[in-house]
């Protein structure tokens, strides 16, 4: 099968991603083999590229927002049949066992695998993914259109949830690419009042075209207090600046899996009045399911720009320079 895989991590325009040809995995129990038709890009996948997540093995192949149709079964798979469309997911697997998962928190598990970092993942013609942790997506979506929900919208969703946003709160956004622009929706089809903090002014128009109240940059105070607010960007310098928008009691949610380092907090102007800061570790199963039923119900548009499986390394480039409005899916025609 043809394939991406990590080389050697380094800036992304030394070109850490190398294409080639790998043999076709084969699914073991209970797992599903599935021919990749899209495959959204992440932002994790960059960080992995360029080495701020350090690679859990040789010749990773990224990308966890994968979306095809089931061509084989494992022994004992029985979840889906040949020809079905599923999507894979950041969450790979987890113990089950540990005090995280057998009490609803598996998105904290203590020996957890993650699709792309730790196994193989969808910047290839197949891919392997446990039955269990496969989703079954909307039939209202199509593949390109789904696939940046199974990592941007789950994980945008998670930290929505973790604001605890009021019925009609007031929620910041800072920073405005694939996540956030899925997260926007559920928040505004839920009744909130959303302001957008960012640099980018093609972000400026698409958050306005989803009905957000305001637009700014993303220093820019909002033009109420906050209820709660999402970090997307991975600028620790915003930290500080989210935190000082928040009303009393409000909480400030970082959806990021890398952020750079955090400038001092000053706790009378920043922290007092119990604002809250918290991270978003992965997501449970549970809260995929549940995005995905409010996506169709919404429902979610989301803002694609296609990219065919050969520019795969282009469409991380262009996100790492901020040259990709909503999410950069790889299309797979193979």
Same mark, same amino acid.
């Given at each position: 099968m043809r394939a991406w895989w990590l080389e050697k991590p380094g800036p992304i325009d030394g070109?850490?991603?190398?294409?080639?040809?790998?043999?076709?995995?084969?699914?073991?129990?209970?797992?599903?083999?599935?021919?990749?038709?899209?495959?959204?890009?992440?932002?994790?996948?960059?960080?992995?590229?360029?080495?701020?997540?350090?690679?859990?093995?040789?010749?990773?192949?990224?990308?966890?927002?994968?979306?095809?149709?089931?061509?084989?079964?494992?022994?004992?798979?029985?979840?889906?049949?040949?020809?079905?469309?599923?999507?894979?997911?950041?969450?790979?697997?987890?113990?089950?066992?540990?005090?995280?998962?057998?009490?609803?928190?598996?998105?904290?598990?203590? *020996?957890?695998?993650?699709?792309?970092?730790?196994?193989?993942?969808?910047?290839?013609?197949?891919?392997?993914?446990?039955?269990?942790?496969?989703?079954?997506?909307?039939?209202?979506?199509?593949?390109?259109?789904?696939?940046?929900?199974?990592?941007?919208?789950?994980?945008?969703?998670?930290?929505l949830r973790q604001t605890r946003l009021p019925s009609g709160g007031r929620l910041g956004i800072?920073?405005?690419?694939?996540?956030?622009?899925?997260?926007? *929706?559920?928040?505004?089809?839920?009744?909130?009042?959303?302001?957008?903090?960012?640099?980018?002014?093609?972000?400026? *128009?698409?958050?306005?075209?989803?009905?957000?109240?305001?637009?700014?940059?993303?220093?820019?105070?909002?033009?109420?207090?906050?209820?709660?607010a999402i970090l997307f960007a991975p600028s620790g310098d915003l930290v500080p600046v989210a935190?000082?928008?928040?009303?009393?009691?409000?909480?400030?949610?970082?959806?990021?899996?890398?952020?750079?380092?955090?400038?001092?907090?000053?706790?009378?102007?920043?922290?007092?009045?119990?604002?809250?800061?918290?991270?978003?570790?992965?997501?449970?199963? *549970?809260?995929?399911?549940?995005?995905?039923?409010?996506?169709?119900?919404?429902?979610?548009?989301?803002?694609?720009?296609?990219?065919?499986?050969?520019?795969?390394?282009?469409?991380?480039?262009?996100?790492?320079?901020?040259?990709?409005?909503?999410?950069?899916?790889?299309?797979?025609?193979?």
């Amino acid at each position: 099968m043809r394939a991406w895989w990590l080389e050697k991590p380094g800036p992304i325009d030394g070109a850490p991603l190398r294409l080639g040809e790998r043999p076709d995995p084969r699914p073991g129990a209970r797992e599903v083999l599935v021919s990749v038709a899209a495959c959204a890009v992440c932002r994790t996948d960059l960080h992995l590229a360029e080495g701020d997540l350090e690679p859990h093995g040789p010749r990773t192949i990224p990308g966890h927002e994968v979306v095809g149709r089931v061509v084989e079964r494992g022994r004992d798979a029985t979840r889906f049949a040949v020809g079905d469309r599923v999507g894979i997911a950041w969450l790979r697997s987890t113990c089950g066992s540990c005090r995280f998962c057998v009490t609803g928190r598996e998105n904290l598990c203590v *020996q957890p695998m993650f699709t792309g970092w730790d196994t193989d993942g969808g910047y290839a013609d197949l891919a392997v993914v446990p039955e269990a942790y496969a989703y079954r997506l909307p039939e209202a979506f199509t593949d390109t259109a789904v696939a940046p929900l199974l990592c941007a919208g789950i994980i945008g969703y998670r930290a929505l949830r973790q604001t605890r946003l009021p019925s009609g709160g007031r929620l910041g956004i800072y920073g405005f690419g694939a996540s956030a622009h899925l997260a926007a *929706q559920v928040a505004v089809y839920e009744g909130a009042r959303v302001h957008v903090a960012t640099r980018s002014e093609s972000a400026r *128009q698409l958050a306005m075209s989803l009905g957000v109240e305001s637009v700014g940059d993303t220093t820019d105070p909002p033009p109420e207090p906050l209820d709660g607010a999402i970090l997307f960007a991975p600028s620790g310098d915003l930290v500080p600046v989210a935190l000082r928008a928040l009303d009393r009691g409000g909480t400030l949610a970082i959806a990021g899996i890398h952020l750079t380092e955090i400038p001092a907090l000053r706790y009378s102007s920043d922290l007092f009045f119990e604002r809250e800061m918290r991270s978003v570790t992965a997501n449970t199963r *549970q809260d995929g399911q549940d995005f995905l039923d409010i996506a169709a119900r919404v429902p979610i548009e989301t803002t694609v720009t296609p990219y065919p499986f050969n520019r795969a390394a282009d469409a991380l480039a262009d996100l790492a320079h901020g040259r990709v409005t909503g999410a950069a899916v790889i299309v797979n025609h193979a």
